[in-house]
């Protein structure tokens, strides 16, 4: 792409476009150059001038298998030669069928049975919490309408899954709009609540991401379990991230034995191609949704169970089969660890948390004090890392690694090597 052009689609974005989670301010100002991405290729993306980079956030957690995968290329472009959206509402189509059987046979037999597609992480999450609501209205216990949610959860920024929120930037602003929603920081917190009134329980287990990759206790997903099953309480796992191999297993609640009640699955689902999300739960739940047209789930989105995606998620699927992907990434994650142990001797690196394939190198001035909000040094240091060749985003002034699984050996050390360098820039020591 000519300089000409990159200027033109600067300056067209910076007139017309609005970006999440952006001070325009800033990000209008003369000075900033954005940059502009128009291509990709397994774990790198190019710019509009010809600059490489690797996707040390897999494009903000979504991507699996690398860009331009030819598997997931090819399905995309057959499908497309047959019809790329039909409605969902009244229709079915093979696709979707099959990537439900699919998705059904990731799980142990009689457990997860049923598949509710929608579009994205939040409404993954918010399809879970109707059908949790509605399951007890319909099931005897009208009086379990609450939930409770884990400080520092982010499930998501519409209106419903951001009620679930626990991060006071993101969320803080609209508490007064959104539905009552508790927090706990701990299972043993739950037991200061009157049970029988709650409906479900939400959490993203093994590690918080937008939190700033927060780790839980080990073990602490298998005793949310047991309480819940004590008192009668659903269980809602929110995998958009740490779903489809991110940990290690397929599924983060694998390393505990955990079968939830419900699961949202969203970003890799279709390899980080197309937005498709699928919710996930048993028989009994949807049992309860059996009988008249008061009994029906009044919820849906126009491009549910979209073909494109569809088939982009078949072919996800079919590359973990075919590549042995998770055996592949056992080493890669072993590697990364090895690897993250270097930034963790710099002087400013507090804390290096790692959990699979993700990892958030969180950076204070002193072990006991973060660097003030205003020195952006998050933003900072992955400001230095692109000109070093690595794309990713801070939480605050904690670095996420996160790339694609198909990342080479070489391309890991470069990642950590330039992030390394990046903080010395910034930070200095
Ligand atoms: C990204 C994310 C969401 C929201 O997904 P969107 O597709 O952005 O709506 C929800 N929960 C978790 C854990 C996430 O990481």
Not at 79 to 84: M, N, P
Not at 336 to 343: E, Q, S, T, V, W
Request: hydrophobic residues 45%; charged residues 20%.
């Amino acid at each position: 792409m000519a300089q000409q052009s990159t200027r033109e689609a600067i300056a067209l974005d910076k007139s017309h476009l609005w970006h999440p989670f952006t001070q325009h301010r800033d990000w209008n100002a003369p000075e900033h150059e954005p940059l502009v991405l128009v291509e990709g290729e397994g774990a790198l993306l190019r710019d509009s001038e010809g600059r490489e980079y690797i996707d040390g956030n897999s494009s903000i957690w979504t991507n699996l298998h690398g860009h331009r995968h030819p598997k997931i290329d090819a399905a995309i472009r057959a499908q497309l030669d047959r019809v790329a959206h039909t409605s969902f509402l009244g229709f079915t189509h093979p696709l979707a069928a099959e990537l439900a059987r699919e998705l059904v046979a990731l799980w142990p037999a009689n457990t997860l049975t049923r598949v509710f597609l929608s579009d994205d992480g939040s409404t993954a999450v918010e399809v879970a919490l109707k059908m949790a609501v509605q399951f007890w209205q319909q099931n005897g216990h009208p009086e379990r309408t609450r939930f409770i949610a884990f400080s520092g959860a982010y499930h998501g920024d519409t209106m419903g899954a951001s009620s679930l929120g626990g991060i006071s930037t993101f969320h803080g602003r609209f508490s007064a709009w959104q539905f009552p929603a508790e927090h706990v920081a701990s299972v043993g917190a739950l037991d200061t609540l009157d049970s029988t009134t709650i409906a479900a329980v939400v959490i993203e287990p093994l590690m918080q991401g937008a939190a700033g990759m927060r780790l839980w206790p080990r073990g602490m997903l298998a005793e949310l379990r047991r309480w819940c099953d004590e008192h009668g309480v659903l269980l809602i796992l929110d995998e958009v991230m740490t779903g489809f191999g991110r940990t290690g297993k397929m599924f983060a609640c694998e390393h505990e034995g955990v079968i939830p009640d419900f699961i949202a699955l969203a970003k890799g689902l279709t390899g980080g191609y197309l937005p498709l999300a699928a919710t996930l739960t048993s028989e009994r739940i949807f049992n309860a949704f059996l009988g008249g047209p008061d009994r029906t789930l009044y919820y849906g989105h126009s491009y549910t169970a979209n073909q494109l995606g569809c088939a982009a998620a078949l072919a996800s699927l079919a590359i973990f089969r075919e590549e042995r992907v998770l055996e592949q990434l056992a080493g890669k994650i072993d590697l990364l660890a090895r690897l993250l142990g270097k930034p963790r001797g710099q002087r400013y690196v507090a804390e290096v948390r790692q959990c699979g394939f993700m990892a958030g190198v969180e950076l204070r001035r002193t072990e006991q004090e973060a660097f003030p909000a205003d020195q952006f040094i998050g933003a900072k240091v992955c400001l230095a890392a692109r000109r070093h060749g690595l794309l990713t985003r801070p939480i605050r002034d904690t670095i996420v690694l996160m790339p694609p699984y198909c990342i080479n050996e070489a391309q890991i050390g470069g990642m950590v090597s330039a992030l390394a360098t990046a903080i010395r820039e910034v930070c200095g020591g």
